[in-house]
């Protein structure tokens, strides 16, 4: 049996952050501190998925890193 846990999708957690529109207007517009609040999303989840793995002590198998660049009519 193959166990999965956790999701890392780390524009996605910009847009909920900061809005679509805003998520890809910050890298043009505010690129300093885009690099810092991507930095932020990415060491929390990095921190978050690094204690699920400690706690479940080699149960976990994979988890999906992923981002979703797509509409619905193609690319972003």
Wanted: charged share 15%; glycine share 10%; net charge negative.
């Amino acid at each position: 049996m193959v166990v999965g846990a956790g999701y890392v999708a780390i524009f996605y957690q910009h847009c909920l952050l900061r809005g679509f529109k805003n998520a890809l207007l910050d890298p043009i517009m505010r690129p300093e501190f885009t690099r810092h609040l991507l930095d932020l999303i990415s060491d929390f989840l990095y921190g978050l998925h690094l204690n699920m793995f400690e706690a479940c002590d080699g149960l976990i198998d994979l988890t999906q890193v992923t981002d979703d660049f797509g509409a619905q009519n193609g690319p972003i």
